[in-house]
């Protein structure tokens, strides 16, 4: 499994852009890499996930590196239900040995 | 309507007892998993289960034995409990193929005294 680093906290003023960092220097070439967040308290919920190309969603921006060893989530506008852990975890998908390992603990505040 | 949804939400039991954990999920997907988050927050997987079968079973005690009786229901039983099991249990679902994402349910929050 490819290792992640991710900062151990951020904070963020509302309605300010987060921008949340991983490096995965380990990545294997059929890895995709995805985002997932723990609210607290709630079960991880799925962001977004991408291979080589920058993806967009409806929650979040996926901006991965040429050489695919780092990847940055931004969420564009974020609010105070932005709140939570995030994870960024290499891997082939569904929920086969999703590793989360620490997160980054992103707080966002009036 | 909550996609996958477990029961119960919290449960104290007591050192020896036997509890059960019930999931189900409405999303029509074929892969199922338990996993379990720790005192530290880990997340690890313990389980997960295509189409009602058995193809991942991390290093689990034997005391824990998950049942699928069919593809949107996948429960935990778990024999003769420990203090260590405490812990919140997720249950997770995802669909057929490769990178897809899985959806979790709220967690149950197992406490053992």
């Known amino acids: 499994d490819a290792k992640t680093t991710q900062p151990t906290s951020m904070d963020c003023a509302e309605g300010r852009a987060a921008n949340l960092p991983c490096n995965h220097s380990t990545i294997s070439g059929n890895e995709y890499v995805y985002w997932y967040r723990q609210i607290h308290s709630q079960g991880p919920q799925y962001i977004i996930h991408g291979l080589k190309n920058n993806e967009t969603n409806e929650m979040a921006s996926l901006i991965i590196t040429e050489d695919r060893k780092s990847s940055t989530l931004i969420l564009p506008h974020a609010t105070l239900r932005d709140t939570a852990v995030y994870y960024c975890?290499?891997?082939?998908?569904?929920?086969?040995?999703?590793?989360f390992g620490t997160g980054t603990q992103l707080k966002v505040e009036l | 309507d909550t996609a996958v949804s477990q029961t119960p939400k919290y449960l104290v039991t007591q050192m020896g007892n036997d509890k059960s954990i019930k999931c189900e999920q409405n999303?029509?997907?074929?892969?199922m998993y338990w996993y379990k988050q720790d005192s530290k927050k880990f997340l690890k997987i313990m389980f997960s289960y295509n189409n009602k079968e058995l193809i991942i079973n991390e290093t689990v005690p034997n005391r824990f034995s998950p049942k699928s009786p069919d593809k949107a229901h996948l429960n935990l039983h778990i024999n003769s409990l420990e203090l260590g099991d405490s812990a919140v249990y997720f249950c997770?679902?995802?669909?057929?193929?490769?990178?897809?994402?899985?959806?979790f349910g709220q967690g149950t929050r197992l406490t053992v005294v």
């Open positions: 999303l029509g997907h074929d892969t």
């Open positions: 997770a679902s995802s669909p057929r193929g490769q990178y897809t994402e899985a959806f």
């Open positions: 975890i290499p891997g082939t998908g569904g929920g086969n040995k999703l590793t």
